[in-house]
């Protein structure tokens, strides 16, 4: 008996969800702990930490996304997924979509990152009205 396909549609609707969150999250933090950016080592673990769990989550999409299609990204385009993902996702998308369907793709994966910015922002702008305090720059 065959076990019926797992719904990729909404593992990836739901990781999408879950980038846009986390952005929120991390505005949210990084407004609560108020790291000057004269704390550099302050600052810079939290940013890398933060970009560690985007690319976690993006990554996760990528997955379903190449289980979907029944296809396996090759180990020099993860690579280059980590050092340069504003390159290497939109040459995954081109590479694996439809002519028809590879700008709307890749629009929409610069979108997520507009919407991740959006998200942060509202994040750091929600903490700074609960707080009361202005947010430190």
């Known amino acids: 008996m065959n076990s019926p396909a797992?719904?990729?549609?909404?593992?990836?609707?739901?990781a999408l969800i879950a980038?846009?969150?986390a952005a929120v999250v991390l505005g949210i933090?990084?407004?609560a702990l108020g790291l000057p950016s004269?704390?550099?080592?302050?600052?810079?673990?939290?940013?890398?930490?933060g970009n560690i769990a985007l690319l976690l989550i993006g990554f996760r999409w990528l997955q379903?996304?190449?289980?979907?299609?029944?296809?396996?990204r090759p180990t020099w385009l993860n690579v280059g997924i980590i050092l340069?993902?504003?390159?290497?996702v939109p040459y995954y998308l081109?590479?694996?979509?439809?002519?028809?369907?590879?700008?709307?793709?890749?629009?929409g994966f610069f979108g997520l990152i507009f919407a991740?910015?959006?998200?942060?922002?509202?994040?750091?702008?929600?903490?700074?009205?609960?707080?009361?305090?202005?947010?430190?720059?």
């Open 38 to 49: 004269t704390d550099s080592t302050g600052r810079l673990a939290f940013t890398f930490g």
């Open 94 to 107: 081109y590479k694996t979509r439809p002519a028809d369907h590879r700008l709307p793709a890749i629009a």
């Open 6 to 14: 797992p719904d990729t549609r909404r593992q990836k609707h739901t």
């Open 29 to 31: 933090v990084d407004t």
């Open 64 to 72: 379903i996304d190449a289980a979907e299609l029944a296809i396996r």
């Open 84 to 88: 340069l993902a504003a390159v290497f």
């Open 19 to 21: 980038l846009v969150g």
């Open 116 to 137: 991740c910015m959006i998200g942060s922002a509202i994040g750091a702008l929600l903490m700074t009205s609960i707080s009361g305090t202005p947010a430190v720059q």
